[in-house]
């Protein structure tokens, strides 16, 4: 049986289309190689995977009665999401992510139409209570929320995304409560292994700190001292590299939960992220558990083990 986990964050439809190149050159008109619309949104994302991996998971989330919002409730109910913790906001909201031939995306989410409701806080914290996790995306609408999680006792885990800065005020109130962190490494101003250092000295609530790296694979440090390396693979090649933090964030949670070892969480997450990323639109595909197992046996991947304590 699986872990009972919330999520709360965005759920959003989502356009994905192809560009040339990047920057991306002025032209009135062009016409796209391929455009795909389908799920959006981390918290749907994230709560999806979970799901598929055969996790029991409540999603917070706002959506619109919109033509936008009907696709987004139609995607939810498909995937078993469409639950009482979704509740109707004025509009839905809506990304844009234009896709480069080497996989690399630039992602356009429209956020301001969900981020203007207070998530009724008394509907959180029946959903929470009992949980084993929270996740917490950094949308604004959720930052309400966060003490419903601490009164509670359940223990928390954030992405932070694309911080640049260990005391980045926006981010703050998530770090504060957060007992897992991850990030990625697109905008960090050092090495992963010493950001990683600096998150668990300055965050001392925080068990697990972990950063994704894209080809160069992922870092996660632990309270004890270790510090976790897995390599990338990208079993089907890389197509789109969108979601890729999701997958990971959430493969890990699930992982971390079902077994307590936070190397081999790593490891599947790294398979399951890199995975999906050689999909045209990988949004819309999943993996179960028994099929994860399977792709990692046939996509071993390369974990090493060091410490962050003594320099990485």
């Not at 796209?32 to 409540?58: F, S």
């Not at 004025?90 to 896709?99: D, E, G, I, K, M």
């Not at 959430?250 to 997450?269: C, I, K």
């Not at 819309?284 to 792709?295: K, N």
Request: proline fraction near 7%.
């Amino acid at each position: 049986m699986g872990s009972k986990i919330v999520v709360a964050g965005v759920a959003s439809l989502a356009v994905h289309l192809a560009v040339e190149e990047f920057p991306v050159r002025y032209t009135p008109v062009s016409t796209p190689a391929w455009m795909e619309t389908g799920p959006g949104g981390a918290g749907a994302q994230i709560a999806g995977i979970l799901r598929a991996l055969g996790d029991d998971v409540d999603l917070c989330t706002v959506v619109g009665p919109d033509p936008a919002g009907s696709l987004v409730r139609a995607q939810l109910r498909a995937a078993g999401l469409d639950g009482p913790g979704v509740v109707d906001g004025p509009a839905s909201s809506q990304t844009v992510v234009l896709v480069a031939p080497d996989g690399r995306r630039m992602v356009y989410p429209h956020l301001a139409t969900v981020n203007a409701v207070r998530y009724p806080e008394e509907l959180f914290a029946q959903a929470v209570t009992g949980a084993d996790l929270a996740i917490l995306t950094n949308t604004d609408f959720v930052r309400r929320l966060l003490p419903s999680a601490v009164l509670r006792g359940v223990p928390i885990a954030v992405d932070v995304n694309v911080i640049a800065d260990v005391n980045e005020e926006y981010y703050r109130p998530w770090l504060d409560v957060a007992d897992v962190i991850f990030c990625s490494d697109e905008r960090l101003p050092c090495p992963p292994p010493e950001w990683i250092a600096r998150v668990l000295t300055r965050y001392p609530g925080a068990a697990i700190a972990a950063v994704g790296c894209g080809s160069r694979g992922s870092l996660l440090g632990l309270r004890d001292g270790r510090l976790v390396r897995a390599g990338a693979v990208a079993p089907l090649g890389v197509r789109n590299t969108s979601s890729a933090g999701d997958s990971l964030f959430a493969a890990f949670l699930h992982g971390w939960l079902a077994t307590g070892n936070p190397v081999e969480a790593l490891a599947d997450a790294v398979v399951l992220a890199g995975w999906r990323i050689g999909h045209r639109q990988p949004t819309s595909v999943l993996l179960s558990e028994a099929e994860l197992a399977g792709l990692r046996l046939r996509h071993p991947v390369r974990v090493s083990v060091d410490r962050w304590d003594q320099g990485g």
